[in-house]
């Protein structure tokens, strides 16, 4: 077994007691220079252990500081990263290329403030990325006995402060531990993530758990040869926070006004999905790792659906689309476009042990990564399936098949929903950037090709 165990030390490198010191003294440089500004510092401490070959490969912790900042002069607006060592200057520098600049069409004063502060940490995660001491983790996942497996498992607490010239200011403090695990028999391979605020060693042995039964039934069933057509689908929690994510990004105001986005020229009531889809952008779900109480204009967060049973229910906004498109920020800024920061997709009737017997004849797919947009504006797009993939015949796998390529439309894909478990998995991991609360998904009818 190889084990490396680090801590990224810089010179010059900032201490939490330092922290606010740091925001006060970009306000007091930057606030003579412009008219409006946002100073975004956060401070993440972060731990980390990576599976290779079934061996515990690395063991690290670092703990890294952001500062960003936006500046308006003029109706001119930039967005800047800050070195901290050369604050001043970096500042000065950014505002005179600002001046350089032509006036913004985008933008728009900053709203007035109504968030406020929030904490949500875990003392046993805090304890840990502080320490750099994983060895509980090990023990409590039991990780090296995980067998041939491959992942990441990461512990991180963020620090953030947000101090405006519309008045703002704002910290919170939020833990997450999350990662996946992919696990390998034979010719066959299982995946499955977690995410949470707390150390929810259930959720990470859950799992484990769930990426050995799907290597291991997998590698039970003979391989057959996959026909390109249109199929009845059931997909996994991995491929549909992926899908999920996608949909939530199209709600994005700043995809309409970037014209990215298949839901432009739809308004609010209007029928985009099946009746058997509710999707909804909660940041203020405490379990959840986006979990934020403020957006990065400082306007309080709220819970609000962007799909309810099948119905559009609005974009989601900053103060410049809003201005552009008519209407009013959700609270979802980002600086540069609106986001969702938690997503969670409402859950259904079926139980897990009757997703097989709803599928009837097709496939059960449970993994992918690669997601492209041939056309943004339509929906269409593709993505390739990794790990286990089932041919279900009868109710029943009967055999596994290779990689396989989804080649539909988001649209089609919304309307197609059929039927959603009432388990639902705390998903994030590469392929899935935001928190995401999901369940499995039953399509009626998906097209599906053959990767190149």
């Keep these: 077994m190889v084990w490396r165990s680090s801590r990224k030390v810089e010179e010059g490198e900032i201490h939490m007691s330092e922290f606010e010191e740091i925001v006060e003294k970009a306000r007091s440089v930057v606030e003579p220079l412009v008219d409006e500004y946002i100073i975004l510092a956060n401070v993440k401490s972060e731990a980390m252990i990576k599976l290779a070959h ?10 890294d500081l952001n500062l960003n900042m936006y500046i308006a002069k003029s109706e001119r607006i930039g967005i800047y990263t800050i ?27 900053l709203p007035k403030p109504s968030g406020s ?15 750099g001491d994983l060895s509980f983790v090990i023990e409590d996942l039991e990780l090296k006995d995980v067998g041939d497996a491959a992942g990441m498992i990461s512990l991180s607490l ?19 531990f999350n990662g996946y695990i992919r696990v390998f028999k034979g010719n066959s391979s299982g995946q499955w993530s977690w995410t949470s605020t707390k150390y929810n060693i259930s959720a990470a042995k859950n799992a484990i758990g769930m990426a050995k039964e799907l290597a291991e039934e997998c590698s039970k069933l003979p391989r057959t040869r996959f026909e390109p057509g249109t199929y009845r689908v059931l997909l996994g929690p991995m491929i549909v926070g992926n899908l999920m994510e996608e949909v939530a990004s199209a709600a994005s105001a700043g995809m309409v006004v970037f014209g990215m986005s298949f839901f432009t ?6 029928t985009v999905a099946s009746e058997n889809l509710t999707l909804k952008d909660v940041p203020l779900n405490r379990e959840l790792p986006g979990f934020r109480t403020y957006d990065q204009e400082g306007v309080g967060t709220k819970d609000k ?16 689309t809003a201005k552009l498109l008519g209407g009013e920020t959700t609270g979802n800024a ?19 042990d009757e997703i097989f017997e709803a599928l009837r004849n097709g496939y059960f797919l449970t993994n992918n990564w690669y997601t492209r947009f041939q056309n943004y504006l339509e929906g269409t797009f593709s993505t390739v399936t990794r790990d286990a993939a089932f041919k279900v015949e ?12 989804i080649a539909d439309s988001l649209p089609r894909i919304l309307k197609s929903v059929e039927g959603l478990t009432k388990e639902r998995w705390p998903i994030e991991w590469w392929e899935v950037t935001i928190p995401t609360l999901t369940p499995y998904m039953l399509l009626s009818e998906v097209r599906l090709t053959v990767p190149q």
């Design 54 to 63: 079934g061996e515990i490969s690395v063991v690290q912790s670092w703990k």
């Design 83 to 109: 070195n901290v060592k050369r604050l001043e200057d970096d500042i000065k520098k950014a505002v005179s290329d600002l001046e350089k600049v032509e006036k913004s069409p985008f933008y728009a004063p």
């Design 117 to 131: 502060s929030s904490e949500e940490v875990d003392p046993k995660i805090k304890e840990a990325v502080e320490s």
């Design 158 to 176: 963020s620090n953030e402060y947000l101090l405006s010239s519309s008045g703002a200011r704002y910290t919170s403090s939020i833990t997450k």
């Design 265 to 270: 020229g739809r308004k609010p009531g209007d």
């Design 305 to 320: 659906h962007i799909i309810e049973k099948g119905v559009f229910r609005g974009f989601l906004h900053n103060s410049k």
């Design 334 to 352: 980002g600086w540069i476009m609106p986001q969702a920061f938690n997503l969670e997709i409402g859950k259904g009737d079926l139980k897990n």
């Design 394 to 405: 009868g109710g029943k796998p009967v055999a596994c098949v290779e990689r396989v390529r």
